[in-house]
């Protein structure tokens, strides 16, 4: 059961444009969601978060949107940098005095061209 | 501040073997965190240490274990390796009941 889903594998978008990264979940218990992205023989980089009470954070270049009732949540990166160029994953997480795992989503290879 | 490092970098086993991958924590943090990531996959959940003990464990066999050190350096070992097992696999560390994991850079596992 896949319940962080990015539908779209792939995404190309021409330098100084809007990438627009989305991502949709089944669990209503989800309370925080992060993103996250991943060169090749490199670990995750966290780039932003927004907490389940929000529907916007920014930061920079970097700015995350949360629908609940439609279960889904978007990154925007405005302007894309050719440096963007990376794998994007989606993680959700539940706070709980019991520690706190992250479910990702399979990931969206971004390519910003020149 | 240092950041989460991981050892080895990459590693060759057999079926049948075992392995021990080893990972320090970001200085401060007292959770740590390990997740398996397949090729094509994102990172699967399969345990989390907190003050020495296990606080939490995805869907991973019993074959699957860990340590946490006082130190909040951790262990991943895996025994009775299987072909499946060969992944990159990710330590996290953060703080407990906080939201952000911070990653290490993955040990490369390949079993053979």
């Known amino acids: 059961d896949q319940q962080v889903k990015q539908n779209s594998p792939s995404l190309s978008v021409q330098e100084g444009r809007i990438s627009i990264l989305n991502c949709d979940y089944t669990?209503?218990?989800?309370?925080?969601f992060l993103w996250y992205k991943k060169y090749p023989a490199e670990g995750p980089t966290f780039l932003i978060s927004i907490s389940s009470i929000k529907d916007k954070n920014e930061d920079g270049r970097f700015t995350v949107f949360l629908n609940k009732s439609a279960k889904h949540l978007s990154l925007h990166i405005v302007p894309s940098q050719p440096g963007d160029s990376a794998v994007y994953f989606c993680?959700?997480?539940?706070?709980?005095?019991?520690?706190?795992?992250?479910?990702f989503g399979t990931g969206t290879q971004l390519k910003v061209e020149l | 501040e240092t950041g989460v490092t991981q050892s080895p970098t990459h590693l060759i086993k057999t079926r049948g073997q075992q392995v021990t991958l080893r990972c320090s924590s970001q200085s401060g943090h007292n959770t740590v965190s390990w997740y398996q990531q397949a090729l094509g996959q994102g990172p699967q959940f399969i345990f989390q240490y907190y003050r020495e003990e296990e606080n939490g464990r995805g869907n991973f066999p019993p074959r699957f274990s860990g340590l946490q050190f006082p130190n909040y350096s951790s262990e991943l070992n895996v025994n009775a390796l299987e072909l499946d097992d060969s992944a990159l696999y990710l330590c996290?560390?953060?703080?407990?009941?906080?939201?952000?994991?911070?990653f290490g850079p993955g040990t490369r596992l390949l079993v053979l």
């Open positions: 993680a959700a997480g539940i706070l709980t005095g019991g520690g706190n795992k992250l479910t």
């Open positions: 996290a560390s953060s703080l407990v009941s906080r939201e952000t994991q911070y």
């Open positions: 669990n209503s218990m989800f309370d925080y």
